[in-house]
């Protein structure tokens, strides 16, 4: 009997499947033989960068200075021929090459080309500050250059012996300010009803919901922490360059006449006013920095090498300690999310797991939790602070580094640590709670669609967006919010040692920066990563420790490709330019934060009963 013949739609669909199949196949190897070919062509390369023997370490900062790398899909990574180094930069690979070089007797100088930082935030920029301070006892000179400096990259310029810029360059620093888009009137416009719900009487996360401009509460709670940063940044310029205070200050809010006074001529106007010490043009940069450092490489360009290398190199050259004694080290950066997150959002099981490591690694004596939040679901913070407590039961040391902030959830998840450790404008506290349920019946009604139904309970659909919320729900809400903020409350009292009524005096959703902080209780010790790292060795009574990173395990091709990426002769492959600018899109990368960093949290709104502890206002500048 004959076999009969599958249908058009079959035989189509299989053809299809067999399509895919094949395209599937060819793309791997395509990927496998491009690897192959870069590990061929990077390895066979002579460039493979050395220390020189007399040069500069050059810190070439780019993109945004983090705690963690973004997660960056290793395929995206190869075949765009990019990696997240190149728009963001690791804080403590900084520091870290800066120390090593310090006593590195090959290194007689220090070079920091800031053209391509696009953003900063003074919190690390002052962890950057202190390592220069100490690389600085060596009687190496620092040396800062740039075509144009912007207000985080003046900072970190002013903190070198030496500024010099393009004779068509300047500095602009504007201060500090916050500025957000409130949508009540858009919200009447359209009849969507934002119902918030929120203790504390600063707590504004939910105000351009409910306001179309910002409440005195708001305003005087944000101008005393925006003022303490400015402080603490105007201090660090004038210190370094010998200026005073009121210069600095008079430099920017009459910069106008004072650019008027110098015929439009901003480098004259900055070197007027002692910011930098130089003008040159890159060629006259170059031989004086051939001259300071006293070498040329074979481009006639002053012997250097990138940090990023030199970092690689140190870390091959630098022997092993022959101890199992370990002080772990945990990053938690980003919006605190439910659940299994990647890196770069701190997620309730995923960073609980890698805590739990922590406690269940017998080498690991003690913890640092380095925590670069404004916080987001509570439930996840709750998840976080349990695991954090279970460490503790074990014996186990566990320090707290704050970063740029460390509010909110963020903090939440920090109270309990034995120590605290924040950089003077560190943003923290914001202890508050707040819950928002967004309703369109007014809006489907305007377009003649209206909702009806049954249900069996007296709150059945009294959630959905389509129907008006109902009083009794309101209320159940509102009680909720007030049992989590107490809720709040005790896990500040019980982790900091305080009076509950001490708390809520310092509470209420109010912003404290670092040097505050320690003030009233918040925080311990002032000072960066590294200063925690020993203290954490120091309360596990450890004389000799090795640091390990506890991070979420990538999988062997993930780990390839990031490697390859990374390597010193693929970055060697692509060149490091000695002088230069970004494309001007990634200048616009540090004005777009608090846009990405507010749809960030929005988009992560995932808390299972939607209640946030999170500090909308802490954009740290």
């Given at each position: 009997m004959e076999e009969k013949r599958p249908g058009i739609i079959r035989r189509s669909f299989g053809k299809l499947m067999s399509f895919i199949t094949w395209l599937r196949l060819v793309l791997v190897n395509l990927v496998f033989v491009l690897i192959v070919v870069l590990l061929f062509v990077a390895f066979s390369s002579n460039k493979l960068p050395v220390v020189p023997k007399s040069g500069a370490l050059i810190l070439n900062l780019t993109g945004s200075l983090v705690d963690q790398l973004s997660f960056s899909d290793p395929l995206t990574l190869?075949?765009?021929?990019?990696?997240?180094?190149?728009?963001?930069?690791?804080?403590?690979?900084?520091?870290?090459?800066?120390?090593?070089?310090?006593?590195?007797?090959?290194?007689?100088?220090?070079?920091?080309?800031?053209?391509?930082?696009?953003?900063?935030?003074?919190?690390?920029?002052?962890?950057?500050?202190?390592?220069?301070?100490?690389?600085?006892?060596?009687?190496?000179?620092?040396?800062?250059?740039?075509?144009?400096?912007?207000?985080?990259?003046?900072?970190?310029?002013?903190?070198?012996?030496?500024?010099y810029i393009h004779p068509l360059g300047g500095v602009s620093i504007e201060g500090y300010g916050l500025y957000r888009n409130y949508y009540k009137k858009a919200l009447d416009k359209l009849e969507i009803n934002v119902h918030v719900f929120r203790v504390g009487e600063f707590k504004s996360a939910m105000e351009p919901f409910m306001r179309t401009d910002m409440s005195e509460e708001a305003r005087e709670s944000n101008l005393i922490w925006l003022r303490s940063l400015w402080s603490e940044y105007v201090k660090g310029v004038s210190v370094r360059r010998s200026v005073s205070g009121a210069d600095i200050e008079n430099y920017v809010n009459n910069f106008d006449s004072i650019l008027r006074k110098h015929e439009g001529d901003n480098a004259q106007a900055a070197m007027a006013a002692d910011l930098v010490d130089g003008v040159k043009n890159r060629d006259e940069m170059n031989a004086y920095l051939k001259n300071v450092v006293g070498a040329a490489d074979e481009n006639d360009l002053y012997a250097g090498i990138d940090f990023r290398q030199y970092l690689w190199l140190k870390k091959i050259e630098l022997p092993q300690l022959n101890t199992p004694k370990t002080v772990g080290v945990i990053v938690a950066?980003?919006?605190?999310?439910?659940?299994?997150?990647?890196?770069?959002?701190?997620?309730?099981?995923?960073?609980?797991?890698?805590?739990?490591?922590?406690?269940?690694?017998?080498?690991?004596?003690?913890?640092?939790?380095?925590?670069?939040?404004g916080g987001g679901s509570m439930f996840a913070s709750e998840i976080i602070r349990r695991e954090l407590e279970l460490l503790k039961k074990s014996g186990k040391p566990l320090v707290v580094s704050m970063g740029s902030m460390a509010a909110s959830g963020g903090y939440w998840i920090s109270a309990l640590a034995d120590e605290i450790w924040a950089t003077p404008t560190t943003l923290t506290g914001s202890i508050g709670i707040f819950a928002a349920v967004p309703t369109i019946d007014q809006t489907l009604g305007k377009l003649g669609i209206t909702t009806d139904g049954?249900?069996?309970?007296?709150?059945?659909?009294?959630?959905?967006?389509?129907?008006?919320?109902?009083?009794?729900?309101?209320?159940?809400?509102?009680?909720?919010?007030?049992?989590?903020?107490?809720?709040?409350?005790?896990?500040?009292?019980?982790?900091?040692?305080?009076?509950?009524?001490?708390?809520?005096?310092?509470?209420?959703?109010?912003?404290?920066?670092?040097?505050?902080?320690?003030?009233?209780?918040?925080?311990?010790?002032?000072?960066?990563?590294?200063?925690?790292?020993?203290?954490?060795?120091?309360?596990?009574?450890?004389?000799?420790?090795?640091?390990?990173?506890?991070?979420?395990?990538?999988?062997?091709?993930?780990?390839?490709?990031?490697?390859?990426?990374?390597?010193?002769?693929?970055?060697?492959?692509?060149?490091?330019?000695?002088?230069?600018?970004?494309?001007?899109?990634?200048?616009?990368?540090?004005?777009?934060?608090?846009?990405?960093?507010?749809?960030?949290?929005?988009?992560?709104?995932?808390?299972?009963?939607?209640?946030?502890?999170?500090?909308?206002?802490?954009?740290?500048?």
């Open positions: 190869l075949m765009s021929g990019t990696s997240s180094q190149r728009q963001e930069t690791l804080l403590k690979d900084v520091t870290d090459a800066i120390k090593y070089a310090k006593d590195d007797k090959r290194i007689n100088s220090l070079v920091l080309r800031l053209d391509n930082l696009s953003y900063g935030g003074i919190s690390k920029m002052q962890e950057i500050g202190a390592a220069l301070d100490d690389f600085r006892t060596s009687k190496k000179k620092i040396i800062a250059i740039g075509d144009h400096f912007n207000q985080d990259q003046y900072w970190l310029a002013a903190q070198a012996d030496e500024v950066a980003g919006n605190i999310v439910d659940g299994e997150q990647p890196v770069g959002v701190i997620g309730g099981d995923s960073l609980a797991n890698l805590i739990r490591q922590a406690r269940k690694d017998g080498s690991i004596k003690s913890v640092v939790l380095r925590v670069d939040s049954v249900g069996t309970t007296a709150t059945a659909g009294s959630l959905r967006i389509d129907r008006p919320l109902a009083a009794a729900t309101e209320r159940t809400i509102q009680t909720s919010i007030e049992f989590g903020y107490q809720q709040f409350i005790s896990v500040v009292a019980d982790g900091r040692n305080l009076a509950k009524d001490e708390v809520e005096k310092i509470a209420g959703g109010r912003v404290w920066t670092g040097n505050d902080a320690m003030g009233i209780g918040l925080v311990d010790k002032l000072g960066g990563f590294n200063e925690a790292i020993v203290a954490a060795a120091s309360l596990a009574k450890l004389d000799a420790y090795r640091v390990k990173l506890i991070e979420q395990p990538k999988s062997p091709q993930e780990q390839l490709i990031q490697e390859l990426m990374s390597s010193v002769w693929v970055k060697q492959l692509i060149g490091e330019r000695r002088f230069g600018n970004t494309a001007i899109l990634d200048q616009f990368q540090r004005f777009l934060i608090p846009l990405t960093d507010g749809l960030g949290f929005i988009n992560t709104m995932n808390d299972p009963h939607n209640v946030y502890l999170h500090c909308t206002a802490c954009i740290a500048p």
